[in-house]
């Protein structure tokens, strides 16, 4: 059974950093491109990061620049180093394939930045 366990969130200031970590089990992490995906209040949850097998990065506009997304594959844990928060960065934070399909989500860490 695949199991995702986001971790690292809080509360932070705007401007401030934080760094989040995903350990995946039950799968061949190395196999798959993953993604991190935030789900602002009242919005639906969106993919803003990613990063492949080989470790190519994508990023969404919004925070390209800010975020890191990175990968541990013989620890099967994915980071994302996030700086120069905003509170639009604000939301619940969850990891995920990105592929043509999904795992079961994991419970997301909460991440609140304050103005």
């Known amino acids: 059974q695949v199991r995702l366990v986001e971790s690292g969130g809080g509360v932070v200031q705007a401007g401030g950093s934080l760094r989040l970590s995903c350990a995946a089990s039950?799968?061949?992490?190395?196999?798959?491109?993953m993604g991190w995906y935030r789900q602002a209040p009242g919005k639906q949850r969106d993919l803003f990061a990613s990063?492949?097998?080989?470790?190519?990065?994508n990023y969404a506009g919004s925070v390209k620049g800010r975020f890191t997304i990175s990968r541990d594959n013989a620890k099967n844990t994915l980071y994302l180093q996030m700086n120069s928060l905003k509170p639009d960065d604000t939301g619940v934070y969850y990891c995920?394939?990105?592929?043509?399909?999904?795992?079961?989500w994991g419970q997301g860490t909460q991440v609140t930045v304050s103005s």
């Open positions: 995920n394939v990105d592929e043509d399909f999904l795992f079961e």
């Open positions: 039950g799968m061949d992490f190395n196999s798959y491109a």
């Open positions: 990063i492949t097998t080989g470790g190519s990065t």
